[in-house]
């Protein structure tokens, strides 16, 4: 099975600050690879999906990149309501694996 | 609105049986493959189960497979996930998810609110 890893798992942050996640699969996945949001008591919301397509509707401070087997997710000015836990996931194979998450908690 | 509604979560015992419900509305359900996700108390999300829009293929994690089915009626459009064998570690809330595919790559939008299973005696 396909291993992801992120990095960090999580991390302090102020409002309009830049932050970058890292996401790593144990395998080449190609661009096969999602971002997701996660906040307390909700359910998973997508961010990002082939790498770097920006699901609709959600807002242009987010984008993300790589290919192979590095990835990361930029929010280029942190706003109030992104915090929260986000997900790496690969759709290279059927396993569907997700990362362990990274949290980002107000500094 | 695109919606997916979890249903029959609750306490069941070790060893028990439990089937969980996904209705889905606002969009052509018959035409999509539909997954199943949980997240333990605490941790991460991990992938459970998919299967196709014509329910002609199925796909398990290792951790469920022969324990749970998955299934689907397109007449109702609903999903169900039949959980037996329930252990302790199979505690979570279960979330459904439509999945979007495109050109090979594959993507998961929306999802369900979620479904608390407690396993516990």
């Known amino acids: 099975d396909i291993q992801m890893t992120q990095s960090p798992s999580s991390l302090s942050a102020s409002v309009g600050d830049r932050l970058t996640i890292t996401c790593r699969a144990s395998?080449?996945?190609?661009?096969?690879l999602n971002w997701y949001q996660q906040k307390p008591g909700k359910a998973p919301k997508l961010l990002i999906y082939a790498a770097s397509s920006l699901q609709s509707g959600v807002p242009s401070r987010f984008s993300g990149s790589g290919s192979g087997t590095d990835f990361t997710l930029t929010i280029s000015s942190l706003q109030p309501e992104d915090f929260a836990t986000y997900y790496c996931?690969?759709?290279?194979?059927?396993?569907?694996?997700f990362g362990p998450g990274t949290k980002v908690d107000i500094k | 609105e695109v919606q997916l509604v979890e249903s029959g979560g609750g306490l069941v015992q070790p060893g028990g049986s439990l089937r969980l419900s996904c209705v889905a509305s606002?969009?052509?359900?018959?035409?999509?493959?539909m997954h199943w996700v949980r997240q333990a108390p605490g941790k991460g999300l991990e992938y459970v189960s998919a299967i196709s829009s014509n329910g002609g293929s199925t796909y398990y994690a290792n951790s469920v497979k022969g324990r749970f089915t998955i299934s689907r009626d397109n007449s109702k459009n609903t999903l169900y996930l039949q959980m037996g064998s329930l252990r302790a570690e199979d505690m979570a809330v279960y979330y459904c998810?439509?999945?979007?595919?495109?050109?090979?790559?594959?993507?998961?939008?929306?999802w369900g609110q979620g479904t608390l299973v407690t396993v516990s005696s």
């Open positions: 606002g969009f052509t359900f018959s035409s999509y493959t």
């Open positions: 395998q080449n996945i190609n661009n096969y």
């Open positions: 998810a439509r999945g979007e595919a495109v050109a090979g790559t594959n993507w998961f939008d929306p």
């Open positions: 996931q690969q759709s290279y194979s059927t396993s569907f694996t």
